[in-house]
């Protein structure tokens, strides 16, 4: 055999060896879709991590601009918006125009309620504000528990409550809807008990909210992410938190900082979701109001790239 004939036989060989070597073919390194290539997951914006003083087309308009790939209202926003007669419908095909799409809104309060009366009693509130989140064209509504009596928590009832909105909110709006977890709210302060009511419900569709500042404040252990699927995951949510804070169980979110400017181990808490297949938004959810007050062309530009940065480095 000639050397061009022993060169040319060993490259057609060389996929065959190396399946009988390892017993199945070594698969491609998956492409990163987003951000020209740097990140596995599309990067989102908060609505509330702006100025409130910015309606939200402003803030829709500056997003899309600064690169995010989509964002996540509120409902304050939106019910303002319709309030000042603006069509929600129209809204979401401008979202879409400017090349954005909206993955989840905050959110269903009291969504999680202390009783299936109290849970009953509003229910026309959660029907609008799922009507709201449907009209812009939302695939997600967070659950949130009800803040006014943290004392008569209860997880079976919070359960239930979670159960009801999911049916609702698949059944009538073709929505999703993922339980909130805060390390201020006793009983729905961790990961885990996240788990514990979405699992609860007894619903195959059932997803949680994790937070990174939430679960660093509430004490969850991040390697736990890791533990869990990647659909059991609704959104993403994204902060850093400075040196120098422990975790403890008061609201603190004026704290937060961009992601890199902090102390959390973010790109170990991705290398997670990548481990698990969690191809939803890491979304950007800051409300400092340092921040909030910078002129905002300027704070998204590097909002975004510190954020895509994290990404960039967990995505290889």
Known sequence: MNRRSFLTSSLMA????????YGKPVPKKPKNKWQNGRSRWPVCLDTATLNKKLGIKEKI???ANAGF???????????????????????GKQIKELGLYVPSVIGLWSGMDVSREKFNN??????NRLRMVSEVGSQN?????NFKEREAFDPQIASWCYGQVL??????????A????LNFFPGLSTLDQAKGIALGSGRKDAAIIPDTFHMYLGKSEFSNLGKLKGDFITIFQFADCPAGIEPHGRMD???????GDGVLPLVEALGNLRKINYHGPISLELYNPKLRAREPVGFLEEALEKTVSVCEQASV
């Open 122 to 127: 509003r229910l026309q509130e959660h029907r």
């Open 69 to 91: 790939d989509c964002i996540e209202p509120w409902d304050r926003e939106l019910e303002a918006y319709e309030r000042e007669g603006g069509n929600l419908k129209d809204l």
């Open 178 to 181: 993922g339980v909130v977890f």
């Open 61 to 63: 308009k500056l997003a």
């Open 14 to 21: 060389g996929p065959f060896l190396q399946k009988l070597s």
């Open 253 to 259: 979110d004026s704290v937060r900082v961009l992601p």
């Open 141 to 145: 509504i967070q659950v949130v528990p």
């Open 167 to 176: 049916d609702m909110a698949k059944n009538d709006y073709g929505m999703g």
